[in-house]
């Protein structure tokens, strides 16, 4: 989502502030994303909230580091910043099933639930991204939970986590000129919006054309987009 705004704003002549806007308007999408699947995760399996409320109080915390961290730093800085991320992530994806990471965990306690609020904080307020990508793997491969129960709980904390993003870049954006029309701070309403409707057919296709492909031949097409966006953003600046 992040890179398709990126090179779209910055081909309508909207690079100065095109990662800035990217990022939050992702984490606007992501919101009420997370705030439905929320409210239906709960409905089909009952869990723990103190764990998600925790995690999102840490997140808070650091999404609005996060988020006055992008607008502080240049524009060249942040795309090569969430170029490297990408490339960690499909290195994550690469190695997360290994021996070590199946082997390790690190034991559940509020210090812990605070930490990683904190850092998927701020990976949301500096690249946007939501529980999914992060928050879930995390959970499962170092905390040792089902899947199930990571995806209940990722979902549940983003709804703290993007809310403390959009508000963070509202307000960090509210006096800035020169934004993409339809503009609150660096939220761009109009993309938001049309991201929502176009993300509900998107996700039911990408979940059918998921289900036909090989688990290994799946994994090895989403490391390679991922890496190729991240060379892209790169050559971009």
Same mark, same amino acid.
């Given at each position: 989502?992040?890179?398709?705004?990126?090179?779209?704003? @910055?081909?309508?002549g909207y690079a100065e502030y095109a990662m800035a806007m990217s990022v939050a308007t992702s984490a606007a999408v992501i919101l009420p994303t997370a705030l439905t699947? =929320?409210?239906?995760?709960? %409905?089909?399996? *009952?869990?723990?909230? /103190?764990?998600?409320?925790?995690?999102?109080?840490?997140?808070?915390?650091?999404?609005?580091?996060? #988020?006055?961290?992008?607008?502080? &730093?240049s524009?060249?800085?942040?795309?090569?910043?969430? #170029? *490297?991320?990408?490339?960690?992530? !499909?290195?994550?994806?690469?190695?997360? /099933?290994? @021996?070590?990471?199946?082997n390790f965990k690190i034991r559940e306690s509020t210090i812990t639930f605070i930490i990683l609020g904190v850092g998927v904080g701020i990976a949301a307020g500096l690249f946007g991204v939501g529980g999914g990508v992060i928050l879930t793997p995390v959970l499962t491969s170092l905390l040792g939970m089902n899947i199930h129960r990571s995806i209940g709980i990722s979902l549940s904390s983003m709804v703290l986590i !993007?809310?403390?993003?959009?508000?963070?870049y509202i307000i960090l954006g509210f006096d800035v000129s020169n934004l993409f029309p339809y503009s609150i701070g660096y939220v761009n309403i109009l993309f938001a919006a049309v991201l929502v409707c176009a993300s509900i057919p998107s996700v039911q296709?990408?979940? %059918? =054309?998921?289900?036909?492909?090989?688990? %290994?031949?799946?994994?090895?097409?989403?490391?390679?987009?991922?890496?190729?966006? !991240? &060379?892209r953003m790169i050559f971009s600046v």
């Open positions: 989502m992040v890179p398709v705004m990126f090179f779209l704003l @910055s081909d309508l699947g =929320t409210i239906k995760y709960n %409905r089909d399996a *009952c869990f723990s909230f /103190q764990p998600a409320i925790i995690l999102g109080i840490g997140g808070i915390f650091g999404s609005m580091l996060g #988020s006055t961290m992008s607008v502080l &730093i524009n060249q800085a942040h795309v090569i910043a969430f #170029s *490297c991320f990408l490339v960690f992530l !499909a290195l994550w994806m690469a190695i997360k /099933q290994s @021996s070590f990471f199946f !993007a809310s403390g993003t959009v508000l963070s296709l990408g979940v %059918r =054309t998921g289900k036909k492909m090989d688990e %290994r031949k799946l994994l090895i097409l989403f490391i390679s987009m991922l890496m190729i966006l !991240a &060379i």
